[in-house]
């Protein structure tokens, strides 16, 4: 078998990606709150719920920058990519060595978020101030799924496959790596940035990467070949 050709970074790319609009429903709010069944919550708890959960969707601000890189090596101490920056995600590597390629991404749901909570809390709104939140939560998610779908969709005709979703903080990658995968895109202007303690602001916000692995052609494209 012949080597395989992986198409450059460069002609992947880096860039947005458009956010489509996200809407966030008051029963997994109160689901996350521990009402398993939403329908019997006191009115009360559902009304504030429905008013977060418009709220959020006003405010929401999403914005997703990515970058494609090639990985150069990988094994389940260390991930090292084409810039020659090495993410330490130990274990949790390990599920991106059939990986040839990885997208970068940091997400965020905005700032006005933040300000609306920190407003409601000065007022005494508790509640509000959860439901918001989980809210904000929500869409991430929901923000996070849309973005995995595109990448499902632009992978086979360039010849990948989506691979696992990583991120620091979890199972073996530590926070701290937070810094050299920010730095992956020194040359943009994000909205996001790190305190010190590699926590993100806006608070809303999610980094991560997803590998892409060649993908094998089917039998009508070896036929047509």
């Known amino acids: 078998m012949g080597p395989v050709t992986v198409p450059p970074a460069s002609d992947l790319g880096c860039g947005n990606f458009a956010v489509p609009g996200i809407r966030v429903h008051p029963e997994p709010m109160l689901r996350i709150h521990g009402y398993s069944e939403p329908g019997q919550a006191a009115p009360g708890i559902r009304a504030a719920a429905a008013r ?3 709220r959020a969707e ?7 920058s990515y970058r494609m890189l090639k990985i150069n090596r990988c094994d389940e101490h260390a991930l090292t990519l084409e810039t020659g920056t090495i993410l330490q995600c130990g274990k949790s590597g390990s599920n991106l060595m059939d990986c040839t390629m990885a997208v970068a991404f940091f997400l965020t749901a905005g700032e006005e978020l933040d300000k609306e909570a920190a407003r409601l809390h000065a007022a005494g709104g508790i509640l509000e101030v959860l439901f918001l939140e989980s809210a904000g939560w929500l869409g991430i998610e929901a923000a996070t799924k849309s ?3 595109y990448l499902r969709d632009w992978a086979p005709p360039h010849g990948y496959a989506l691979g696992a979703r990583l991120a620091p903080g979890y199972g073996s990658w530590p926070l701290t790596d937070q810094k050299p995968l920010l730095s992956l895109f020194d040359p943009f ?3 996001v940035r790190l305190l010190e303690s590699c926590a993100m602001v806006p608070k809303m916000s999610r980094s991560g990467l997803y590998g892409l ?3 094998p052609p089917t ?3 070896s036929r047509s070949g």
């Open 219 to 221: 039998k009508a494209e």
């Open 189 to 191: 202007s994000l909205s």
């Open 58 to 64: 006003q405010l929401f601000q999403m914005d997703l």
């Open 147 to 149: 973005f995995a779908n």
């Open 213 to 215: 692995r060649l993908r």
């Open 52 to 54: 977060m959960a418009a």
